[in-house]
């Protein structure tokens, strides 16, 4: 099994404006391997009471990858932009058979 590739959108602070608030530029970033799948039911009502928020995506992350999957931040795969909602879940990786670790949850953005 294999992932596709996808595009993060990084939010890296690069100083402040004139009125202390904090300047951000955006980094696109390529992460291959990523699982895309379809949330359960269960996965899209505890988005909806955590964050209100429709979970439409789960994303399995790759082991190796050492992005900050931060909530908020932009995903772009399938011709579509994402929003990752909340935080990652993330596993012990020598107790997770295969190479993907931790699943990041995306709601529709555009």
Known sequence: MRGITVILYEQRK???NALDEDLY?????EVENVLVGQPTEQEIIEALNLYGKKAVYILGIPKEDTHIWTAGEKVEFFGEVFRIIGKPIKGIDNLIPGPWNMKVRVESYE
């Open 14 to 16: 690069t100083g402040v």
């Open 25 to 29: 530029e955006e980094t696109r970033c």
